[in-house]
């Protein structure tokens, strides 16, 4: 979303186009982020989308919650109901386990972190 910098403004369509994603979904998240308070949507002529704040300090689980909404990681594994630590799921201590660890890697990872691997894949992708 801001390969030139983290002020840049940048459009939706022009991300969709990019990422090769619908541009309705794509505003659809944009919206959420906007809720979430990590872009500001600037409306009319020249507008577009900007980042609040630099990507260095949006991290990936920030923009998932955002997103996905806060309760993305507390259900059950397997959809259960009734799946907690006094009546856990057959994969309940294996998504515990599993959780904890993917949510401390999306923790640490940043919108920069992901921009500059998307950056490296477009430089290896070059002849």
Not at 50 to 69: F, H, R, S, W
Not at 113 to 120: A, G, H, P
């Amino acid at each position: 979303m801001a390969p030139e910098g983290e002020t840049t403004r940048f459009q939706a369509k022009s991300v969709c186009e990019k990422a090769g994603i619908p541009e309705s979904f794509t505003r659809k998240i944009f919206q959420s982020l906007v809720n979430g308070g990590f872009l500001h949507a600037v409306r009319g002529p020249g507008g577009g989308y900007a980042l609040t704040k630099p990507p260095t300090e949006i991290t990936l689980y920030e923009v998932i919650l955002a997103v996905d909404g806060p309760n993305t990681f507390s259900g059950c594994i397997l959809g259960l109901e009734q799946c907690d630590s006094e009546q856990p799921c057959p994969l309940h201590q294996t998504w515990a386990r599993g959780k904890t660890t993917l949510i401390e890697t999306l923790e640490s990872k940043t919108l920069d972190d992901l921009i500059e691997t998307t950056r490296e894949r477009s430089f290896s992708d070059l002849p």
